[in-house]
Protein backbone atom coordinates (compact mmCIF):
# COMPACT_ATOMS: atom_id res chain seq x y z
CA UNK A 1 0.00 0.00 0.00
CA UNK A 2 1.42 3.38 -1.29
CA UNK A 3 2.59 5.72 1.80
CA UNK A 4 1.39 9.65 1.83
CA UNK A 5 3.41 12.54 3.82
CA UNK A 6 0.24 14.73 4.68
CA UNK A 7 0.24 17.50 7.43
CA UNK A 8 -3.03 18.64 9.63
CA UNK A 9 -3.61 20.65 12.53
CA UNK A 10 -3.57 18.49 15.51
CA UNK A 11 -4.50 19.79 18.81
CA UNK A 12 -3.55 23.13 17.45
CA UNK A 13 -0.01 22.35 16.24
CA UNK A 14 1.19 21.24 12.69
CA UNK A 15 1.92 18.27 12.50
CA UNK A 16 3.98 15.87 9.66
CA UNK A 17 3.13 12.26 9.56
CA UNK A 18 3.50 9.50 6.89
CA UNK A 19 0.41 7.29 6.03
CA UNK A 20 -0.54 4.16 4.36
CA UNK A 21 -3.07 5.49 1.75
CA UNK A 22 -5.90 2.66 4.09
CA UNK A 23 -4.79 3.68 7.36
CA UNK A 24 -7.68 5.12 9.31
CA UNK A 25 -7.50 7.98 11.66
CA UNK A 26 -7.52 6.42 14.90
CA UNK A 27 -4.75 4.24 14.50
CA UNK A 28 -2.60 6.63 12.83
CA UNK A 29 -3.28 9.07 16.45
CA UNK A 30 -2.49 5.88 18.60
CA UNK A 31 0.20 4.15 17.01
CA UNK A 32 1.86 6.58 14.98
CA UNK A 33 1.21 9.94 17.14
CA UNK A 34 0.97 8.49 21.03
CA UNK A 35 -2.25 9.81 21.49
CA UNK A 36 -4.01 7.16 23.14
CA UNK A 37 -7.30 8.77 24.97
CA UNK A 38 -8.58 7.88 21.36
CA UNK A 39 -9.84 4.84 21.89
CA UNK A 40 -10.56 1.89 19.62
CA UNK A 41 -13.66 -0.65 20.20
CA UNK A 42 -15.96 -1.45 17.41
CA UNK A 43 -14.24 -0.35 14.19
CA UNK A 44 -17.67 0.52 12.76
CA UNK A 45 -18.90 3.81 13.79
CA UNK A 46 -20.84 1.90 16.19
CA UNK A 47 -19.97 2.81 19.67
CA UNK A 48 -18.45 6.46 19.59
CA UNK A 49 -14.86 5.28 21.62
CA UNK A 50 -13.19 6.91 18.80
CA UNK A 51 -14.75 10.54 18.24
CA UNK A 52 -12.48 13.28 17.90
CA UNK A 53 -13.14 16.73 16.06
CA UNK A 54 -12.41 17.03 12.25
CA UNK A 55 -12.72 21.03 11.45
CA UNK A 56 -15.09 21.31 14.86
CA UNK A 57 -16.93 18.56 13.71
CA UNK A 58 -17.67 14.88 16.02
CA UNK A 59 -16.10 12.04 13.25
CA UNK A 60 -15.58 8.62 14.44
CA UNK A 61 -11.81 8.10 14.15
CA UNK A 62 -12.29 4.69 12.87
CA UNK A 63 -14.21 5.53 10.18
CA UNK A 64 -11.89 8.42 8.51
CA UNK A 65 -8.71 7.93 6.49
CA UNK A 66 -5.69 9.99 7.67
CA UNK A 67 -5.32 11.50 4.35
CA UNK A 68 -8.28 12.83 4.30
CA UNK A 69 -7.27 14.96 7.35
CA UNK A 70 -4.39 16.54 4.98
CA UNK A 71 -5.04 20.54 5.93
CA UNK A 72 -7.78 19.95 8.30
CA UNK A 73 -7.51 20.23 11.93
CA UNK A 74 -8.02 17.71 14.58
CA UNK A 75 -8.84 17.75 17.83
CA UNK A 76 -8.46 14.93 20.19
CA UNK A 77 -9.22 14.62 23.90
CA UNK A 78 -5.40 15.50 24.58
CA UNK A 79 -6.44 18.75 22.85
CA UNK A 80 -9.99 20.05 24.55
CA UNK A 81 -8.38 21.75 27.12
CA UNK A 82 -6.49 25.39 27.15
CA UNK A 83 -3.27 26.67 28.26
CA UNK A 84 -3.10 23.27 30.29
CA UNK A 85 -5.53 23.69 32.23
CA UNK A 86 -8.83 20.92 31.72
CA UNK A 87 -12.24 21.44 30.06
CA UNK A 88 -14.83 21.91 32.14
CA UNK A 89 -16.23 18.84 30.77
CA UNK A 90 -13.43 17.00 32.12
CA UNK A 91 -13.45 18.55 35.43
CA UNK A 92 -17.38 18.14 35.67
CA UNK A 93 -17.13 14.46 34.33
CA UNK A 94 -14.55 13.79 37.15
CA UNK A 95 -16.60 15.97 39.93
CA UNK A 96 -19.47 14.13 39.33
CA UNK A 97 -19.00 10.44 38.84
CA UNK A 98 -19.31 10.07 35.04
CA UNK A 99 -16.68 8.23 34.76
CA UNK A 100 -16.59 4.53 35.72
CA UNK A 101 -14.31 2.26 33.43
CA UNK A 102 -13.99 5.43 31.56
CA UNK A 103 -13.54 3.87 28.24
CA UNK A 104 -15.99 5.57 26.45
CA UNK A 105 -15.13 8.99 28.24
CA UNK A 106 -12.47 10.24 25.96
CA UNK A 107 -15.44 10.11 22.99
CA UNK A 108 -17.97 11.18 25.41
CA UNK A 109 -16.06 14.41 26.37
CA UNK A 110 -15.32 15.37 22.62
CA UNK A 111 -19.32 15.20 21.30
CA UNK A 112 -19.96 16.73 24.84
CA UNK A 113 -17.36 19.77 23.65
CA UNK A 114 -18.70 19.51 20.18
CA UNK A 115 -22.00 20.54 21.87
CA UNK A 116 -21.31 23.16 23.87
CA UNK A 117 -19.48 24.85 21.57
CA UNK A 118 -22.65 25.21 19.13
CA UNK A 119 -25.29 25.36 22.00
CA UNK A 120 -24.01 26.38 25.37
CA UNK A 121 -26.84 25.97 27.27
CA UNK A 122 -28.72 22.59 26.33
CA UNK A 123 -31.53 20.95 27.64
CA UNK A 124 -30.97 17.51 28.39
CA UNK A 125 -33.04 16.01 25.25
CA UNK A 126 -30.19 17.96 23.49
CA UNK A 127 -27.70 16.25 25.24
CA UNK A 128 -28.84 13.07 25.25
CA UNK A 129 -29.49 13.90 21.19
CA UNK A 130 -25.54 14.53 21.32
CA UNK A 131 -24.57 11.64 22.95
CA UNK A 132 -26.48 9.43 21.23
CA UNK A 133 -23.87 7.94 19.41
CA UNK A 134 -21.58 7.50 22.13
CA UNK A 135 -21.98 4.19 24.22
CA UNK A 136 -21.56 3.69 27.61
CA UNK A 137 -21.62 0.19 29.54
CA UNK A 138 -21.03 1.21 33.18
CA UNK A 139 -22.95 4.49 34.15
CA UNK A 140 -26.33 4.39 32.82
CA UNK A 141 -25.60 7.98 31.29
CA UNK A 142 -27.36 9.93 34.04
CA UNK A 143 -24.35 11.36 35.78
CA UNK A 144 -23.29 11.87 31.75
CA UNK A 145 -25.76 14.06 31.04
CA UNK A 146 -25.72 15.67 34.63
CA UNK A 147 -21.83 16.16 33.91
CA UNK A 148 -22.55 18.34 30.48
CA UNK A 149 -25.27 20.67 32.46
CA UNK A 150 -22.72 20.87 34.99
CA UNK A 151 -20.27 22.09 32.91
CA UNK A 152 -22.54 24.25 30.86
CA UNK A 153 -23.85 26.28 33.87
CA UNK A 154 -19.94 26.78 34.29
CA UNK A 155 -20.43 28.95 31.22
S1 LIG B 1 -14.31 2.41 17.50
FE1 LIG B 1 -15.07 3.97 16.20
S2 LIG B 1 -17.19 4.04 16.57
FE2 LIG B 1 -16.50 2.35 17.74
S1 LIG C 1 -17.62 4.54 31.92
FE1 LIG C 1 -17.33 2.48 31.22
S2 LIG C 1 -18.14 2.48 29.21
FE2 LIG C 1 -18.64 4.43 29.99
Do not use: W
Not at 70 to 80: A, D, F, K
Not at 110 to 117: E, K, R
Request: glycine share 10%; charged share 20%; proline share 4%.
Amino acid sequence: MSEHAITLDLNQKSVHVTVAADAFLVDVLRDKLALMGTKYACGMGECGACTVLLDDEPVFACLVLAVETEGRRVITVEGLGANGALHPLQRTFADRGAVQCGFCTPGMLVSAAALLARDPHPDEPRIRAALSGNLCRCTGYTKIVEAVQAAAELG
